[in-house]
């Protein structure tokens, strides 16, 4: 993760914009509304969710616990079926292979399917740095792509627009980038998802390249799953004559049977559909059938630092269905850019601090980004407790040099609330105070009374009172 | 009964009223409160912030104090759950803290927990003539589950009228240092809350929660808004005779 992301500021100060900004709240607001009632809906159809939870959350433990062995037997899997196998232990290495590997073909323009893994180690800009253009297929994709944006969601990148962005944005730019879109083109939905049509119908028939990401791989028969909506996913997985897919380590899965429990978590979670619309399976190669050649890029990239931690380590059993992002009251008011990661919200937090490390900002303040409100903890579909991974988080980066403020502040409170006499100390030094204690503080204490009144300190404690009533000082309340 | 009162660092200091109003609704129900003098604070604030070691004293501290209470009562979502469900994340395996903490965590109670399952009792012949929004507060309803209980409480108090708040899951944004540390998300957190509070139209917003009223209830008075932060042992308090004034 370096070019796109590079120099973001940390999480405050990027959300602070996004915060100002009414027409992303309002577009926010609508969008994650609208997905968690459906999701609601469809997950409160089924008795039995929290059994499917926690079947989902064993079977990605147990696949954690050994995914040495399940990775080995992947790969002899994706081989025996005729595909090849390739191992990337960062972005770079990754980028590499699959430039590489789009070298090979002769061509210079490969078709995506929508894969968070590949915008992880930003591929596309490495491609195209190897002069080597990336078209992405997903329409919410296609428009960041065409907006030179930033994805601001997992799965509905284009989330902080609405539909009047997105007509003004296909209208100008889809002509540099190929068919362009037809005259009058109106903000209805119907004509938006035509003019993409039209114009990704022409890429799918000249591109002999295709690039994908995969939900899930099998270890047992070493086949690759796709979950998309649009379809655009499975033109790219059976047009093109060589098939690239990058997977993360973390989305093996031991054996096709697993598959049954995901694919109504996922969808359910994600969507809130009782069913996946397109799904896809391909199994290395077959004559006469799909892609001539298969190329699996299993990728680290910090993954395997991320299981060395005994709590954080369940990050990595997400399937990236996205319902915590679309119940965070955090990034409801602030959008993905903030986060300054391809993963945002909820699970962003946790994930991005422990592929890249708590040094830099905007890493370092991630796990800060959340009100613990546990939100994202209660939707998870693999039970991930999101919560405690942050506080963990937190612990790592207090434990590195800086926050000095602060951490003198900490060990201050920690000494007056070490003993009840140096509480009572403090107290009665407060309530001496309480006439001349402000409304306003100034900085940093004014970054809670911009917006606040602080409450009025009272005459007297809980404690002091206890005493005088102990000592008859007073009889009842 | 006897029973404990873990009354909060908070409480203790701004919101005294509320350690009061427990008090004074436990004796009326013909309980012993007792205040053991010696606590201080459950360390949620060290914890959430990353000070493990730090909370990990305070809650050797919080298991020594309470060790031999029957019965424990905490008048804050937040704190209870603390106590309950973050104490044995924060004691290593197997450690004396760790003995403790189990021994003791089966008789700690946030408020309502006491009054419906321990003490069996929904009417506590409270008198409280307002309307009245319940926010059920993240920890309440998340951490210690705590359902329909409150509500249940207030239903039964006289002169009450209760108003269902909208989008009541949502949280009000305080998350202790996220307040500061967050404080623009935190800020708009609480404007949009205090929006569905003020649509709701009720004279008063009780929590069982004083930091997550304290943050509402400095916004409301910042923004002017007329609504009255009251904590439900206040309310649950109130009587004819002597009636809690919002
Ligand atoms: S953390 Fe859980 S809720 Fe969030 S995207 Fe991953 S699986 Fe979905």
Redesign the pocket.
């Known amino acids: 993760m370096s070019t796109a992301f590079m120099g973001m500021p940390g999480f405050p100060r990027a959300a602070r914009a996004a915060v100002n900004d009414a027409q992303l709240r309002s577009n926010l607001r609508t969008a994650t509304r609208t997905i968690r009632e459906k999701r609601d809906a469809a997950v409160s159809e089924l008795d039995d969710w929290q059994d499917l939870r926690a079947a989902g959350q064993a079977i990605k433990n147990r696949t954690l616990r050994h995914l040495d062995l399940y990775l080995e037997r992947l790969e002899s899997a994706v081989q025996a079926a005729g595909g090849r196998v390739h191992w990337a232990s960062d972005a770079a290495e990754a980028n590499r292979l699959v430039t590489r590997l789009v070298r090979d073909t002769g061509e210079s323009e490969v078709v995506k399917v929508k894969s968070m893994t590949t915008q992880e180690i930003e591929l596309n800009e490495a491609l195209g740095q190897a002069g080597i253009t990336a078209y992405e297929t997903d329409l919410a994709e296609l428009i960041v792509q065409l907006s030179e944006d930033r994805p601001s969601h997992?799965l509905v990148p284009a989330i902080h627009r609405n539909r009047a962005e997105i007509r003004d944005i296909l209208a100008s730019h889809m002509a540099e980038w190929g068919t362009p879109a037809p005259e009058g083109l109106t903000d209805d939905p119907r004509a938006l998802a035509e003019a993409a049509r039209r114009h990704l119908r022409d890429r799918f028939l000249t591109t002999n390249v295709a690039v994908s990401g995969a939900n899930f791989a099998v270890a047992d028969t070493g086949t690759m799953v796709v979950l998309e909506s649009e379809g655009n996913g499975r033109m790219c997985l059976t047009l093109p004559r060589t098939l690239i897919s990058v997977v993360g380590i973390e989305k093996v899965v031991p054996s096709w049977s697993d598959l049954e429990v995901f694919l109504q978590l996922l969808p359910r979670?994600s969507t809130g559909e009782r069913m996946n619309p397109y799904t896809s399976t391909w199994t290395g190669v077959a004559p006469g059938d799909g892609p001539e050649e298969f190329h699996l890029v299993l990728l680290d990239n910090g993954r395997t630092n991320a299981l060395s931690d005994t709590v954080g380590r369940q990050a990595l059993r997400?399937?990236?269905?996205?319902?915590?992002l679309n119940v965070c009251p955090v990034y409801e008011r602030t959008g993905g850019h903030a986060y300054g990661s391809v993963y945002p919200g909820?699970?962003g937090a946790i994930l991005t601090p422990q592929l890249r490390g708590t040094t830099a900002e905007p890493e370092a303040s991630l796990p800060y980004a959340s009100s613990l409100c546990g939100a994202?903890y209660e939707?998870?579909?693999?039970s991930?407790d999101?919560p405690d991974v942050l506080v963990r988080l937190r612990e790592q980066v207090v434990s590195q040099p800086g926050h000095r403020s602060e951490k003198a502040a900490m060990r201050a409170a920690g000494w007056v609330l070490g003993g009840h006499r140096r509480l009572g100390l403090a107290q009665a030094a407060a309530t001496a105070a309480r006439s001349v204690v402000p409304r306003r503080l100034p900085p940093p204490a004014s970054a809670w009374t911009d917006s606040r009144d602080l409450p009025s300190v009272p005459g007297r404690t809980f404690r002091e009172w206890w005493r005088d009533r102990a000592e008859g000082k007073e009889s009842g309340a | 009964m006897r029973i404990a009162l873990f009354v909060t660092c908070l409480n203790d200091t701004l919101f005294p009223a509320t350690g009061r109003a427990v008090v004074r609704l436990l004796e009326r129900l013909g309980h012993e409160v007792v205040f053991p003098r010696a606590q201080t604070c459950c360390g949620q604030m060290h914890y959430n912030t990353g000070y493990r070691r730090d909370a990990q004293r305070i809650a050797v501290h919080f298991v020594r104090t309470f060790s031999d209470a029957e019965a424990v009562v905490v008048p804050s979502g937040s704190c209870a759950a603390m106590v309950r469900d973050n104490y044995r994340r924060l004691a290593e395996p197997g450690s004396r803290l760790a003995r403790q903490v189990e021994n003791l965590l089966p008789r700690v109670y946030e408020l309502t927990e006491l009054l419906t399952d321990v003490l069996e009792v929904r009417d506590v012949g409270a008198y409280f003539p307002y309307s009245v929004t319940y926010h059920p507060t993240c920890h309440g309803l998340r951490m210690l589950g705590l359902g329909s209980r409150p509500y249940e409480l207030l239903q039964r108090v006289r002169g009450l009228r209760l108003v269902e708040l909208p989008e009541a899951r949502e949280c009000c944004g305080f998350g202790g240092t996220f307040a500061v540390k967050n404080a623009d998300v935190s800020a708009a957190m609480a404007a949009d809350k205090l929006g569905q509070v003020s649509a709701t139209g009720a004279e008063v917003l009780c929590a069982v929660d004083n930091s997550c009223l304290m943050h509402l209830g400095g916004t409301a008075q910042r923004a002017g808004t007329g609504v009255r932060t009251v904590h439900l042992a206040e309310i649950l308090s109130s009587t004819e005779q002597e009636p809690t004034v919002p």
């Open positions: 997992i979670s997400c399937i990236r269905c996205s319902a915590c909820p699970i994202c939707v998870c579909p693999v991930i999101i």
